[in-house]
């Protein structure tokens, strides 16, 4: 993730809304990539166009204080981030709206990733075949909705996140019960991104070989294959091999999990960059280089949590294997 510059010269990084120097509005511009002044933040959105500026405010910004991007169709209200969005929270209820917050801030993040590596960003109002979010609850946590189970997950572009992971302490006690050495909310919207991407990227037969070589063979019954995994989670050993321990359960699994490892990889590598640490990287054309980069900073992340007494930032060992696949994905971003 890169820092930015207001004009007056003040450092702005990517969640501001305003130049804490200079004090004006400011808010990033997912169509140049950069952080922009904005007019006057006590102004409307019709305000605003009638002084025919192309660029204004995200109605989420405007009604909730959720969304710091801007939109430069004058005919839009939603910014491209918070036009993904299918179904939102409760607003009402002050825990949803803070639940809310959180999810948006990580789809954004979630969002920079993929439009920095030119990955097709398109909404479902647009296009059938597009990507849409849906952030819903269940009777776990709310006895008042309808649904009785919500699980976090992907079809056809669509992708679900129970909100309840943006409670810190819900998600902490699912980390312990599902064994999973880490679990972030961020996390959770790389990894079903990937399930999406899946089918923009594996679309050719010979894509679709080389990936069963790698991960195995993804025609096996999911359900059945999660039904087993869920029924033995506590019994079956971590196969060192494997990215990670969810990985086993399926080849689709596993690919979400590599996908996911590679943009946890290339956006903390970048950020690093911005803080002049020398185990960084800015470029990612070179996979051999990045991945060595990653392999020192992440040593260096590890060793500084436990300085202050954390847990490991990256608690993961990569494998051959796993660095295969980590090539795999960035060969389809990068094709040669």
Known sequence: MKNYK???GQVLFFENTKCLSCGFSVGFDPHTMKMRRVADASLSNSQIAARRSPLHRCKNNI???VCNWLVNDPAAEYCLSCELNHTIPNLL???????????????????????????????????????AFKFMEDKRT????FESHVNTGHLDGMITINIAEADRVKSEIARQYTRELYRT?????????????????????????????????YTVDYS????????NNFVTPHDPNMISHYAQSHPWEDWAE??????HMIDTLETANQYRVRQSSAQFD???????????????????????????????????????????????IYPS
Not at 189 to 215: C, M, N, P, V, W
Not at 224 to 231: G, P, R, V
Not at 297 to 314: F, I, P, Q, V
């Open 6 to 8: 207001c004009k007056c």
């Open 63 to 65: 009604d909730y204080d």
């Open 93 to 131: 209820d002050q825990n949803r709206r803070a639940w809310w917050k959180s999810l948006e801030y990580a789809k954004r993040r979630l969002v920079y990733s993929l439009l920095s590596l030119n990955l097709p960003v398109v909404s479902k109002r647009k296009d059938p075949m597009g990507l």
């Open 142 to 145: 709310n006895p008042e909705v």
């Open 185 to 217: 909310l961020l996390g959770h919207f790389r990894h079903e991104s990937g399930h999406y991407y899946f089918l923009k990227l594996i679309d050719t037969d010979l894509r679709k070989e080389q990936f069963k070589a790698l991960f195995g063979d």
């Open 224 to 231: 059945t294959a999660l039904k087993a995994y869920y029924e």
């Open 258 to 263: 590599v996908w996911a490892h590679y943009l």
């Open 286 to 332: 070179d996979i051999d280089n990045t991945l060595a980069k990653w392999a020192d900073l992440t040593l260096l992340l590890n060793s500084l949590n436990r300085s202050m007494g954390l847990e490991d930032a990256y608690p993961f060992v990569l494998s051959e294997l796993s660095l295969r696949k980590l090539r795999f994905v960035h060969g389809l």
